[in-house]
T-cell receptor, first 115, second 112 residues
Framework: KAGVTQTPRYLIKTRGQQVTLSCSPI?????VSWYQQTPGQGLQFLFE???????NKGNFPGRFSGRQFSNSRSEMNVSTLELGDSALYLC??????????????FGPGTRLLVL | DAKTTQPNSMESNEEEPVHLPCNHS???????IHWYRQLPSQGPEYVIH???SNVNNRMASLAIAEDRKSSTLILHRATLRDAAVYYC?????????????FGKGMKLTVNP
């Protein structure tokens, strides 16, 4: 069974640009969550999508947005990039049959560098 | 979000047992204790979870204190592949979200 895949794996952008990251969950999983990992702040929750609806949101500015498609694939977008957005962006998926608390399966991440 | 406290780092020797402690004095009755680890250059991976009773799986064992205010992840025979950052996380069961709240975690170094 294929794991969680994220594309692209590496990305370099300049300040002010926008970027879209993609996550394909494990087949059958309906929940996709996104996290930002930086050396200073560690792993921080961005948002979770379940059946195409945002179910939970972390404390990030509105420049960070996401969506989920009917096949459960998810994208996150960051507009007007800032230097501080340089980070490893991770997505995780699960069946979420019980509505929370299930094992999360993480992808390898997309490393974004903003110059 | 309920908070956990872990040492910043620990060292162990290969093929020896290692006990990774976690304190969670404000745990609520519906919180499960989950452990994830993150190997270098990889996304986090699930290790084990439990509610009240001790739990075993192929990766590790989880020992939970009777008052549930602390727990210990036990790796029975550490290998070099176990060198990672370990996160102890409290999660409400069926809390309406799959959100994980990561703390700083604990870096485990395994010496050959």
């Amino acid at each position: 069974k294929a794991g969680v895949t994220q594309t692209p794996r590496y990305l370099i952008k300049t300040r002010g640009q926008q970027v879209t990251l993609s996550c394909s969950p494990i087949s059958g999983h309906r929940s996709v969550s996104w996290y930002q990992q930086t050396p200073g702040q560690g792993l921080q929750f961005l948002f979770e999508y379940f059946s195409e609806t945002q179910r939970n949101k972390g404390n990030f500015p509105g420049r960070f947005s996401g969506r989920q498609f009917s096949n459960s694939r998810s994208e996150m977008n960051v507009s007007t990039l800032e230097l501080g957005d340089s980070a490893l962006y991770l997505c995780a998926s699960s069946f979420s049959l019980a509505g929370g608390g299930e094992t999360q399966y993480f992808g390898p991440g997309t490393r974004l560098l903003v110059l | 979000d309920a908070k956990t406290t872990q040492p910043n780092s620990m060292e162990s020797n290969e093929e020896e047992p290692v006990h990774l402690p976690c304190n969670h004095s404000t745990i609520s009755g519906t919180d499960y204790i989950h452990w994830y680890r993150q190997l270098p250059s990889q996304g986090p991976e699930y290790v084990i979870h439990g509610l009240t009773s001790n739990v075993n799986n192929r990766m590790a064992s989880l020992a939970i204190a009777e008052d549930r205010k602390s727990s210990t992840l036990i790796l029975h025979r550490a290998t070099l592949r176990d060198a990672a950052v370990y996160y102890c996380i409290l999660r409400p069961h069926q809390g309406g979200s799959e959100k994980l709240v990561f703390g700083k975690g604990m870096k485990l170094t395994v010496n050959p």
